[in-house]
Structures are given as structure tokens and as C-alpha cells.
């Protein structure tokens, strides 16, 4: 008679809630339909549960990594143009009358030499700046029905930029630099997408402002001032006065610019946005 090449199937028994066959191998059982069910849903819970703060973490890192790097290459722009026209404290357009044409001058000849850029609006439209919202989702007052004298442009890397010179008496002392961080798409809300910045290079005296001469350079709204910058406190809940009350940092603030100085805060706390942080 020939080998029978197939060995008889093994009897099973069970001891201690396990199968053990005759040869003595122990064989565990599977998980039940029931068991992969339940399992699956807790992980469905807990993921639930997890992926909200994930998400608005990488939110956050993504705002602060934008901020900053728009920040960095509109400061590398102005120091490159400081190379060519002389320190910040030298320049002077008190020659130029005319704001438009002043704001012209300065961006043809120290802005865009040194920083890439999409398009450019001479004045500032929808092409390069969308309608702009507080911190609330309220109406802000930078998008002006006749814009004359106040540029923008969208840059290389993304970001919009609405800007126009100031001066005490026409002085053209510095300007403003509103940054978009993600350029024409929502929220477009200050302290959310939107943060302005001040660039001085001279005294700036305001009567209703604290801030009687300001840091040479280009410094978030909050920090600009050489004597006189706000405290943590004083950018998220204000100081009283009304410029504070009108850019501080917090929700349910009524000012038009509301959230004005929620890059400062993010630049105080070493470029990251917080726990008192209104997000």
C-alpha cells in the first residue's frame, strides 16, 4: 500500500477558553464581527474628537509661516533699498506733493527693484485687494471709494500688499503696509489673513497717539513705537485709548480696524500664535 499524503485532520479540544489540537499547537481565536465593529468605532470617536485640533494647529502654522515670511521679504526689500538711497533716517519725499505720485515714486524706485510681484494696481483695486473685514467679520474702512494715493500689488510668493505713504504735513515720513497672507482668497479678515505693519524713518508725531516717534523700519502695528510699544495686555484688550480700542486683538472689539494688532501679538510671542489668541 502506498503513503497516504494527506495526514489525518487533528482532533481539537478545548482547555482554558483555547483550541489545542492533538499535536499540541494552540490555536487563538479570531475576532468576531461584533469585536472589529466596536473597535473601528472608537478609533471613528477618537478621531473624531482629535482631527479639529490637528487641523486648526496646522491652520495656525500655516498663518505664522506666512506672516513671516511676507514680513521678511518686505524688511529685505527695504534694507536692500537702504544699500542704494542711504540709511532709513536719510530718505525724503517732502519734495513730492502729490500723493500719488509719491507713492509712485517710492514703489518704483525702493519697493519693486528688490521684491517680485504678479501685478501691481497704481491705485489699489479688486485685481490686488480684496475687500478687506475686521477680526468680527465686520466692514473695515481700507478699501476706500476713491483709493487715490493708495497702491497695492499682489507678490510672487502669494501675498497681497495695500500700502500708501504718510507724513505729518506732507513730510512722507513712512507708510502703512496692510499684508494679505494668502492674496485675494477669504477670509480676508484682519488678525485672521490680513495684518498691518508701519514703516517709519522719521518722527511721526499724532495727536491722539501715544506713539511720538517711532522704531526705524518696518514693525507690525503695536510694536512700532521706540518708547511707548504695548504690552501683551494692551494688544489684546487695549489701553484706552482710542487707537488701542480701535486695532486691539480680541473679538467683540467695535473699532473698523479690529485686530490690527494680532501680528503684533504673534511677533511677541516669538512668532506663534498663543493661547489668548482670538482664532
Not at 492674496?183 to 495684518?195: A, E, M, S
Amino acid at each position: 500500500m502506498g503513503t497516504n499524503p494527506y495526514p489525518p485532520r487533528p482532533s481539537l479540544i478545548r482547555e482554558g477558553g483555547m483550541l489545542i489540537d492533538t499535536s499540541g499547537n494552540i490555536r487563538r481565536p479570531a475576532f468576531t464581527l461584533a469585536e472589529v465593529l466596536i473597535t473601528l468605532g472608537i478609533i471613528g470617536v477618537v478621531a473624531a474628537m482629535t482631527m479639529p485640533v490637528i487641523i486648526t494647529n496646522y491652520q495656525k502654522s500655516q498663518t505664522v509661516n506666512r506672516l513671516k515670511k511676507a514680513y521678511s521679504e518686505i524688511s529685505q526689500a527695504i534694507r536692500m533699498a537702504e544699500n542704494e538711497y542711504g540709511t532709513l533716517d536719510s530718505w525724503d519725499f517732502s519734495y513730492i506733493t502729490e500723493p500719488q505720485e509719491k507713492v509712485n515714486y517710492f514703489a518704483e524706485n525702493y519697493l519693486f527693484p528688490n521684491i517680485k510681484t504678479l501685478k501691481r494696481c497704481s491705485p489699489s483695486s479688486d485685481e490686488c485687494w480684496a475687500d478687506t473685514y475686521t477680526i468680527d467679520g465686520n466692514e473695515s474702512y481700507l478699501m476706500l471709494e476713491d483709493t487715490t494715493g493708495r497702491n497695492s500689488f499682489i507678490a510672487a510668493s502669494g501675498y497681497s500688499v495695500f500700502y500708501w505713504l504718510h507724513g505729518a504735513n506732507g513730510a512722507g515720513d513712512g507708510g502703512w503696509f496692510w499684508i494679505d497672507i494668502n492674496g485675494l482668497q477669504k477670509p480676508n479678515k484682519i488678525g485672521k489673513d490680513v495684518f498691518p505693519f508701519l514703516m517709519s524713518w522719521g518722527p511721526h508725531p499724532q495727536g491722539n497717539y501715544d506713539c511720538q516717534e517711532r522704531k526705524l523700519g518696518l514693525f507690525p502695528a503695536g510694536l512700532e513705537c521706540k518708547s511707548s510699544s504695548f504690552s501683551y495686555d494692551e494688544l489684546i484688550n487695549g489701553s484706552g485709548s482710542s487707537d488701542t480700542a480701535g486695532f486691539n486683538c480680541k473679538k467683540g472689539s467695535n473699532g473698523s480696524r479690529a485686530g490690527g494688532y494680532c501680528g503684533a501679538l504673534i511677533m511677541y510671542e516669538g512668532w506663534k500664535i498663543g493661547k489668548d489668541y482670538p482664532w
